[in-house]
T-cell receptor, first 117, second 115 residues
Framework: DTGVSQNPRHKITKRGQNVTFRCDPI?????LYWYRQTLGQGPEFLTY????????KSRLLSDRFSAERPKGSFSTLEIQRTEQGDSAMYLC???????????????FGPGTRLTVL | GENVEQHPSTLSVQEGDSAVIKCTYS??????FPWYKQELGKRPQLIID?????GEKKDQRIAVTLNKTAKHFSLHITETQPEDSAVYFC??????????????FGKGTKLSVIP
């Protein structure tokens, strides 16, 4: 499968624990995005990487959240001291920077469903 | 920031009929408008997109129209089939200057096609 992959697919944790998710984008894609999706809502932007640089962060991304993309390939999203409100589907998407007029399509991964008890 | 409104939230149509989903956006700088289809428990998948320099785009049974002046865009699905049943999301995006095309999504429309 050459699409975006995410691990784990499901994570159940107790409130206060730390969790880490991994995203492997399509190999040649230099742009990587993290989104969060709650039930009945559209995905909400969290953060953006171009290669290894984290260039944008949403106000939704509290200081308990940290993301990295150390070699410009895979990315991790860590949530410290999880709260019940963090329960959601965490989606990763990747795209390829194009010249003007090229495609902006973002390819989504299957997501990691987090449940905080 | 950008705000995207999507209507209706649910839509039921008979197989073979057409379905129309409408979205409005607030940021006049938005210039890229994709539509994603998400089946239950699966990832969002792009079905069609349009840039702000184009008023309409069609791909087989799916078409999207864009009215920049009114800041609204619509998805049209003709000859609907049961496999079209899913949640559809519209989104809007503007180049951020940092290289990002972060997407702002609507809340989704659950389309049910009745055989």
């Amino acid at each position: 499968d050459t699409g975006v992959s995410q691990n784990p697919r499901h994570k159940i944790t107790k409130r206060g624990q730390n969790v880490t998710f991994r995203c492997d984008p399509i190999s040649e894609h230099n742009r990587l995005y993290w989104y969060r999706q709650t039930l009945g809502q559209g995905p909400e932007f969290l953060t953006y990487f171009q290669n290894e640089a984290q260039l944008e962060k949403s106000r939704l991304l509290s200081d308990r959240f940290s993301a990295e993309r150390p070699k410009g390939s895979f990315s991790t999203l860590e949530i410290q001291r999880t709260e019940q409100g963090d329960s959601a589907m965490y989606l990763c998407a990747s795209s390829l920077a194009q010249l003007a007029g090229g495609s902006n399509e973002q390819f989504f991964g299957p997501g990691t469903r987090l449940t905080v008890l | 920031g950008e705000n995207v409104e999507q209507h209706p939230s649910t839509l039921s149509v008979q197989e073979g009929d057409s379905a129309v989903i409408k979205c409005t956006y607030s940021d006049s700088a938005s210039n890229y408008f994709p539509w994603y289809k998400q089946e239950l428990g699966k990832r969002p998948q792009l079905i069609i997109d349009i840039r702000s320099n184009v008023g309409e785009k069609k791909d087989q049974r799916i078409a999207v129209t864009l009215n920049k002046t009114a800041k609204h865009f619509s998805l049209h699905i003709t000859e609907t089939q049961p496999e079209d049943s899913a949640v559809y999301f519209c989104a809007a995006s503007a180049y951020s200057g940092a290289g990002s095309y972060q997407l702002t999504f609507g809340k989704g429309t659950k389309l049910s096609v009745i055989p």
